[in-house]
């Protein structure tokens, strides 16, 4: 019964690639999110969607690109990926303040 | 100056102890206030919402000081299990912005 779950779990990629993430969340909220958080364990956030619309977009790179299908899926796509791009991404979700986490997806980038 | 700010420890300190974290925010606007925990290579989970009226969970007891825009965690009798990294949250624009964390070490 995994609240938020993506996949996958482990993404090892070359540079220049392009990559997909997924996450689904059975929760029924309403808001979801993707972070990023990089070497230093930083969690920053990239998008925040609330009924499948775009509400936050804190400058990230075009080359990222979030999708959401429908209220329960928020996909992130990766264009072109760069060595910067190494972190471990998560999904999360919400109804109000308190988010709940996906496990991760840790991508390396070759 | 960063929106959340965190001493980033380490903390070492041995099991039974009290150990309290303390942390800063920039908005005065902010509007909710939380202690999510994250374990080695898991995601965050959230702990406790924060209050100006404090609040306690057991052995955790959190307090919110809105004038000095300052966030406290006290963890009593702290147990192994208690190691983890410790964020700070606050919620506003629609967002949550994530401190640093303290990582916290408990030693046998």
């Known amino acids: 019964d995994t609240a938020v779950s993506q996949t996958p779990k482990y993404l090892v990629t070359q540079m220049g690639n392009d990559k997909s993430i997924k996450c689904e969340q059975n929760?029924?909220?309403?808001?979801m999110y993707w972070y990023k958080q990089d070497s230093k364990k930083f969690l920053k956030i990239m998008f925040s969607?609330?009924?499948?619309?775009?509400?936050i977009n804190e400058t990230v790179p075009n080359r990222f690109s979030p999708k959401s299908p429908d209220k329960a899926h928020l996909n992130l796509h990766i264009n072109s990926l760069e060595l910067g791009d190494s972190a471990v991404y998560f999904c999360?979700?919400?109804?109000?303040?308190?988010?709940?986490f996906g496990p991760g997806t840790r991508l390396t980038v070759l | 100056r960063k929106e959340v700010e965190q001493d980033p420890g380490p903390f070492n300190v041995p099991e039974g102890a009290t150990v309290a974290f303390n942390c800063t925010y920039s908005?005065?606007?902010?509007?909710?206030f939380f202690w999510y925990r994250q374990d080695c290579r898991k995601e965050p989970k959230l702990l406790m919402s924060v209050y100006s009226s404090g609040n306690e969970d057991g052995r955790f007891t959190a307090q919110l000081n809105r004038a000095s825009q300052y966030i406290s965690l006290l963890i009593r009798d702290s147990k192994l299990s208690d190691s983890a990294t410790y964020l700070c949250?606050?919620?506003?624009?629609?967002?949550?912005?994530f401190g640093t964390g303290t990582r916290l070490t408990i030693i046998p």
């Open positions: 999360a979700s919400s109804r109000g303040g308190s988010q709940y």
């Open positions: 929760l029924g909220h309403d808001t």
């Open positions: 949250v606050v919620f506003g624009d629609e967002k949550l912005t």
């Open positions: 969607y609330n009924n499948k619309e775009l509400i």
């Open positions: 908005n005065s606007a902010s509007q909710s």
